[in-house]
């Protein structure tokens, strides 16, 4: 079978998927007043309302950067 192939189809759906994931996240890393991993209200100039979402979304971040190499 055509392995080779079906893992192009894989990388480039994925590599879509992770830029898409870093322009609607990465780039807007501004405090509104909302939590940037599960969007919970968080107080003003807050960019996360616990330490596990921000390392929850840190985590996931590497993840993405690892995945986009
Ligand atoms: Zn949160």
Redesign the pocket.
Known sequence: MSDVADRADWRIAHDIQVSRAHASRTLQLEADGH??????H?AHGVL???T??RDDYEKEQAALRRAGR
């Open positions: 939590c940037h991993y599960c969007d919970e968080v996360f309302c616990n596990d979402c």
